[in-house]
Nanobody
Framework: QVQLVESGGGLVQPGGSLRLSCAAS????????IGWFRQAPGKEREGVSC?????????YYADSVKGRFTISRDNDKNTVYLRVNSLQPEDTAVYYC????????????????????WGQGTQVTVSS
């Protein structure tokens, strides 16, 4: 059974950082592309980042987060991370990781791909 569990969210001041984790079970995370999404109240879900399977490792970042967010893998822990730096109030959202059990990220972004297994999300709140 494919399961994803996010953690690492919280309340942070503007300019702060967090490391979000996405732990997988029921499949070998390294063999597939993993996406990170976020959804703020009243807004559509945004695909913010993606990392392709381990032997490729290509990544995607939405323009809104490029240069501030970094996606990475821990092969031994079957976990993908999203390091989020220089956080601003507009980054406030529930952050989700997802997989569709396909191999590569699209240059068009995660919203263009059939992600179908989702975690429960982790809340990130940026406020002073």
């Amino acid at each position: 059974q494919v399961q994803l569990v996010e953690s690492g969210g919280g309340l942070v001041q503007p300019g702060g950082s967090l490391r979000l984790s996405c732990a997988a079970s029921g499949f070998t995370l390294n063999n597939y592309a993993i996406g990170w999404f976020r959804q703020a109240p009243g807004k559509e879900r945004e695909g913010v980042s993606c990392i392709s399977r381990r032997d490729d490792g290509s990544t995607y970042y939405a323009d809104s987060v490029k240069g501030r967010f970094t996606i990475s893998r821990d092969n031994d822990k079957n976990t993908v991370y999203l390091r989020v730096n220089s956080l601003q109030p507009e980054d406030t959202a529930v952050y989700y990781c997802a997989t569709g059990l396909f191999f590569y990220c699209s240059a068009a972004g995660p919203n263009s791909q059939p992600f179908r297994y989702w975690g429960q999300g982790t809340q990130v709140t940026v406020s002073s």
